[in-house]
């Protein structure tokens, strides 16, 4: 880690030196978040479906001729509407369960894009490309409604770490963003952004759950 430490301080060091401009500057915007899930088991459907989040942080916004490396760190509510339906098996009966909620995810979420821009009126930039991302689960919230054979509601908070055991969901997320845009005055930005989340954040065995999120976002550049 020491090392992998060392060598990006170096890297964005040599960038530093290189570049035409440096910027920072802060972006918040909303978003509409959902999750690719999966699981094997027999007699079960699932629907995710978005649920509506934010973002707010800060960025380095670091100019080349045709080239911006804006890494940043920001806050940000991840998640998903939900239903569920399964048939449960019980003395030679089947009991159906139909299940509806919602879970919001915290992270914090450190972005390395890189834009590729061009100039298209004195004032005005378009920028488009993407970069990776790595997120840190803080907390979150799940609600559950559940009718049919069994009727139940649950509320609770949602535990991230790296213990199977204990923990709901993988602390760590990583992914890739693809993000366009337009900078105008060189100061204000609009950015429009997919994140797509690569890493599996379940502990559960055989089922796969990832992170996606489409976000809007204004900015300002000091």
Avoid: C
Avoid at 95 to 111: A, I, M, R
Avoid at 194 to 221: E, F, V
């Amino acid at each position: 880690m020491n090392k992998l430490l060392l060598t990006l301080s170096l890297v964005f060091l040599t960038t530093f030196s290189f570049a035409q401009t440096v910027n920072f500057g802060v972006k918040a915007g909303i978003n509409l978040s959902t999750v690719a899930f999966n699981d094997p088991l027999p007699n079960f459907a699932y629907d995710a479906q978005n649920i509506t989040g934010f973002q707010a942080g800060v960025v380095a916004n670091i100019g080349f001729q045709h080239l911006d490396i804006q890494p940043g760190l920001f806050f940000i509510t991840k998640g998903q509407k939900f239903t569920e339906e399964e048939s449960i098996p019980n003395n030679n009966q089947n009991y159906s369960v139909h299940v509806t909620g919602s879970q919001k995810f915290n992270y914090l979420e450190l972005p390395v894009n890189f834009l590729y821009k061009i100039q298209v009126t004195p004032g005005t930039k378009i920028r488009a490309g993407g970069g990776p991302y790595l997120g840190y689960g803080l907390s979150g919230t799940t609600i559950i409604h559940i009718t049919g054979s069994q009727t139940s509601n649950y509320t609770g908070g949602v535990t991230f770490g790296t213990d199977e055991a204990k923990n709901d969901y993988k602390r760590f997320d990583y992914g890739v963003n693809f993000t366009t845009g337009v900078e105008l005055k060189k100061h204000f930005t609009i950015d429009l952004n997919y994140g797509l989340g690569l890493k599996n954040i379940m502990w559960t065995r055989g089922a796969d759950l990832k992170n996606r999120s489409l976000a809007l976002s204004i900015g300002y550049l000091f």
